[in-house]
């Protein structure tokens, strides 16, 4: 067993908390399409699901464009985040978080770029660079917010138990550094279209 120095800022913590108020437990990110549509039954098939979006949607386009906003407050990649969510509820989603996010960072003396629309990761790159946070640190728990989140909406669409919750976050946490070091890169069919199913879905828990 190893162990490391390298220290973890405290506010970085806080934002990667599911305690930080932006309304993401609100959210499925098309997870709950899927369990409708039977695609997503037990743990095997969620952490499947999950992990399928981990790889060819999140750390290939969505921590790309992070590390960008990170590097620089450019509001080209904000809009070209914007742009790439599949339908109208992710890009709602993440606007909506972005809203919450900047506003509650606004009130900590954090300046936030003036534009109408704030993606979530834009916000949170803000904060990032005012706290001087080591960018590779922000992207894991970046990661690591999102996969706790759509774990725990597995957990209670499914339903899962909340061991199952935990061996998920295990196995598919080890996968979080794994962010790609190319241009971003998206290609999600199956979210894209289980997503705009979502947005008439009958009956549902979650806001996409």
């Known amino acids: 067993m190893t162990t490391s120095t390298t220290s973890i800022d405290p506010r970085l913590l806080q934002l990667a908390s599911p305690a930080l108020p932006v ?104 904060a990032v660079r005012h706290w001087g946070i080591e960018p590779r640190q922000a992207l894991v728990a970046y990661l690591w917010a999102w996969l706790e989140n759509q774990v ?12 199952d919750g935990q061996k998920m976050l295990l196995a598919l946490g080890a996968r979080l550094n794994d962010v790609s070091e190319e241009e971003p890169g998206n290609f999600a069919p199956g979210l894209a279209i289980l997503s705009a199913r979502h947005e008439t879905q009958y009956s549902r828990l979650f806001r996409s």
């Open 23 to 126: 309304g993401a437990y609100s959210y499925s990110g098309g997870l709950e399409a899927a369990i409708e549509a039977g695609l997503v039954t037990d743990a095997q098939s969620a952490q499947r699901w999950i992990g399928d979006v981990l790889e060819f949607s999140v750390l290939r386009m969505e921590a790309p464009m992070l590390r960008k906003m990170i590097e620089a407050p450019d509001a080209r990649w904000n809009d070209e985040f914007l742009a790439s969510r599949e339908t109208a509820e992710l890009r709602a989603e993440t606007v909506q978080m972005g809203y919450s996010l900047a506003n509650l960072l606004r009130s900590l003396g954090i300046q936030i770029p003036e534009s109408e629309e704030i993606s979530f990761p834009m916000a949170f790159a803000c």
């Open 152 to 163: 725990m909406a597995a957990v209670k669409a499914v339903p899962l138990g909340q061991t």
